[in-house]
Every structure is written in C-alpha cells, then in structure tokens.
C-alpha cells in the first residue's frame, strides 16, 4: 500500500488561485477577447456555443466539448467489488459498489498536496436512493409497503459516500482499478465518531451507543466542501426523512418537529431497523445533520461528525482561509424560510503539519446571517449564555445550542430565506455567492430585502462582499458585517428574471440554482435542480455558467443538460480547468417513472437496464479550459 505521509499544508485550489488572482493572472487570461462569439453585442467571457435549451432523453454539451460517462450506480469501487446484476442485488454487494444519487464531487489530486490535474481522488457523495427506480415491481406508492429486508439494506449501503482514483490518458478518464484509496462509506456499515462539544452529550446517546459518540452510518450526503488541509466535508442534509414514529410519543419533540420529522417516512427502514423508529430510539435523529470530516488520501481514516458546525440540513460546507490562518465554513441549510451559517475556526491551520489541523473544526464560533433592507448582513453568534440562548429557553449547554441550532436561529433573529443551498466563495474576487433555490410558500408580506420575491419558484442568487473583498483580494470573512446584493433573480424574463439583457438572446434561462463552483477566472457555475417543476416549467436543469464582474456580469449561457427527469450536482473543475466532473443525479425520477417503465434509460439505453446516476467528465475537444 502507498504511503500516504505529507507533513506538507495542502492548499486549497481556492487559495492557489486567490494567490494568482492576486497576481494578477486572472484577467489577463487568453481568451477573453473572443467571447461575443453569437453576435457582437454579447458581452460574455465564456465563448462556449450552447447545446439545444431543451428537456431530452439524454446529457448535451456545449459544442466542442466531450461528455464521458466515467462511473454509474453499481460500478465497482472497493477492490473486492462484485460485478453488477441489478437483478440479483445484494447489500453486501452494493456496500462495495458505487453508491446511489450521487451529489458532490471532489477532486483531490494525487499526490497529496500537488495540482495535478490528469491524476486523482474523486470523493463523491451519494445522498438518497430511489428504490422504484433500483428495483423492479416497485411503485412510488406502493414501495414503502412492498420493499423487503435485503432491498432495504440494498438501499441503505446505496447511501454514503464513494472514493476512487481516476487518471487522464489523453481526453480520457479512467477509473483505476485495485487502487489502494478506493473506498465506500455508508449508511450500513461504516462507523462514524462525533466530535466537538456535543460528542457524548446525553441527547446523542442510544441504545447501540450509549457513549453518544459513535455513529453507524451517515444519510443524504448533499452537496460540501474540501478543506485546506486536504480533508473533505461532506453535509448531511435531509436526514429527517428516513425516521418515523410520533414525534410527540418522545422527549425530543419540539426538536423532531423543527427538524421535520413527521411520522411516517418515505423510506421503510424502520420496519426493519429499530433506530429508524424515533418511538424506539428517540435520540437517533439528534446523531443526523451534521458536517463530516474525513481524510480521502488515508483509507483507514475514522470519518468525523464535527458537531461545532451545528446540526440542520446542511447543503455545502465551504471554506475559506482568513489572512491570519484561521478557516471560515460556510453551510446553507436548504429549507423554505431557513438560514444560512458560517462556522470560524478558533485556531490557525499549522501549515507544516497537515495531521496536526485534525480537530481544528472542532473549536470556533458558529453564526447565523441576518439581511438588513440597508445592504448590509450581521452575522450573529450562536453561542450559549449570549443574549437568548440560556437555560430559561431550554439551552442547557453549547451541545444543546448546536443540537437545536435551527431554534437558536430562530431566537437571535436571522433571516428566513427561500432554500439556502450551495455557498461558495469566489477565489478572484472574495465574493460569497449564495444559491437560493427556489420557495413557492413565501407570501407577499413575508419578502424581504435579500429574498424579494413572493412565490419564489425560480430562486435566486445572492452575492455577499466581506469587508476588504475585491479582485485578487479574499476579505475579511470573520467580520461581524458584510454587504450583500442580488446577482439574479431567475426563472424566465415573464416572471421577472433579472439577468444580464443579452441572456435574452440565448433564452438559457434557469430555474433553482442548487450547487456552484467557480473556474481559474472567478467566472461561476451554476448546477441547477428544479426536482418535478422542470417539466412544468420547460427548462432544463444542468450547468450554466456567467461572469460575476464586467460587462458580462450576469449574462447566463446553458453548458450541459442532464437527461430527463435528472437534477445536476456536483461541479468540479480539476486545478487546471481542463476537466468538469459532474454529477448527473436521479435521471428518470418521476411519479409514474418506474424500473419497469422508466422516463429515460440513460446512461446506458439497454432495455434490462433501469438509469443510473452516474459521473460525467466533460473535456474540450482542442484539449484547452472547459467552456473557454
Ligand atoms: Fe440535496 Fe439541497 O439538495
Ligand atoms: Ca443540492
Ligand atoms: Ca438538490
């Protein structure tokens, strides 16, 4: 097995380039000068033509470029994999297997701490399961009731999280075999540890672990983040859904209900698994919603839940290293009329000793944004004994401030906003960019400066400036304060859209901007998800891509559309931009699409095969930047 020692700091690709913003570099990139490739009066830097706008059977991609199915849903992942047979699927079969759903995506170059871009760890999540679509027989309606034991388990090791090593042979990635790093977390065997001042609190302790800090499993793994030390996070985000059982048959039931746990679950795990019965094992939930940490380049490496990032539906956990060391985590928590969250670390990363930064997230100061009509934003403190968050409101403790984090929100005033998802920080400017997905509930005397639409089914996204931000500047993103504005509002030009004029020209426009990420430009790409409105609305969820600074400042182009019924996850750029990995989510998830009649067979088009979520690695054919 490969040595996996570094004493070396591993940079964040958002630091090298913020370094090389800062030098200058990103605007004089060639290329520049060729945008306005369909009509003069384009503006854009991005000189991609875009595929046809339209929902289709299968993926599209901007001319010039390739898009390679690089793994898909029952691919082999451990060395000891079996082969797939979805007709004769096992759970110990799938716990060795390429997981289910798959959402974010990291490239890790190999070696650690190097910018290789042709060689690497993709760390990819796998956040849920559609067990109509896995199995045949099945409906939406009837599968609760109809799954069995095995299925069920089938399912569970379908969640989690994938490792593989992947490496470039000319445009092409392959999957290496036998690699020491490849690795499966999942939801049915692996062991998780909690850490941070909620580890082994009362409220987390059960029956199976009654030391409240250990942990079977992780659940819908959304989007997250890498660190700069070369871990990942991945956020757990709606675990409420696989618990049933009356909440108010509990102690825990405020808490429950906040966290939406209603009774009966989508899912049937608990007919088969006591601690998904919340009657049974009322702490169980409290063990869901956290940030993870684990090292991909260690394969024995014990995943972490760091509890002092707080506990609600994380989407996304970014970070940004502050001049002083210290890392900044930005967390959405994707919810109609909830929050958004940044966590500040206490300590500074140790830059000589990657393995000394292990528990830095474990200590800091997490808060919540509050939007003021006046631009500015006020990030509030969660911390125990400050202002409301005492025993006369239930909060024992910081554990408790963190378990309950949504309801300390609530107390200290943040802002309810319309479905906070990917949160990302732009390395050419120190712009935070917040994607906002979409929220049909918001009534008109509930809209405020930062979420100013009612029915708000298109979403938006928020730009946030920190003081000192700018371009090659990063900005003080511990401060109290910051200014925000809104880059767009989406959806078409009738429901009052806000791009740039020209997008007009392109009729690329989107709904519910779910995760983003930026290329060595500063320019931002947006992964859009609008779940069943996508038919309805007659725009296609994928990539798209715009500047964020210059006269091409919100001018939206369509990039790659995922096929029917499919959301899309995931965006990761390799260092030198010449790779897009991207994750194609749920193709043919709809209500009457099953494994016997499914909407589309994507990506393999057999007639005994149902579709399966898979990675794709989109590449240009003139081997230069994506999208350039
Ligand atoms: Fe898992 Fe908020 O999307
Ligand atoms: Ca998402
Ligand atoms: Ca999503």
Known sequence: MRRLDSTEIVLSRRQILAASAAAGAVAALPGQASAAKEGASDPSSLAFRQPEHTIADTHRVAAGHQAQVLIRWGDGVAVDAPAFDVFAQSAAAQDRQFGYNNDFVAFMPLPVGSLASEHGLLCVNHEYTNAELMFPGLTLKDKTEKLCREQVDVEIAAHGHSVIEVRKNGQSWQVVAASPFARRLSALTTEFQMSGPAAGHDRLKTKADPSGRTVIGTLNNCAGGVTPWGTVLIAEENFDTYFSGDPKKTPESVNHIRLGIKGKSRYAWSRFHDRFDIEKEPNEPNRFGWVVEFDPYDPTSVPVKRTALGRFKHEAATCVTLADGRVVVYSGDDEMFEYLYRFVSRDPIDRKNRRANVGLLDHGTLSVAR?????????????????????????????????????????????????????????????VYVMLTNNSQRKPEQVNGANPRADNRHGHVLELTPPGAGKGRIGRHDAERFRWEILFLAGQRADGATYHPATDKYGAWLSAPDNCTFDNRGRLWISTDQGSNQRKNAIPDGMYACDVDGPGRSLVKFFYGVPRDAEMCGPAFTPDNRTLFVAVQHPGEDKDSTFD????????????????????????DDGGPVGS
């Open 371 to 431: 939007f003021d009509k006046d631009g500015t934003m006020t990030w509030l403190p969660l911390v125990w004994g400050q202002g409301k968050l005492t025993a006369a409101n239930g909060f024992a403790s910081q554990a408790d401030v963190l378990i309950d984090a949504r309801r300390a929100a609530d107390l200290v005033g943040a802002t309810p906003m319309d479905r906070p998802e990917d949160v990302e920080t732009n390395p050419a400017n120190g712009r």
């Open 597 to 620: 009649r499914p909407s589309t067979r994507w990506p393999d088009f057999r007639p005994d095969l149902p579709p399966r979520p898979a990675i794709v690695a989109i590449t240009k």
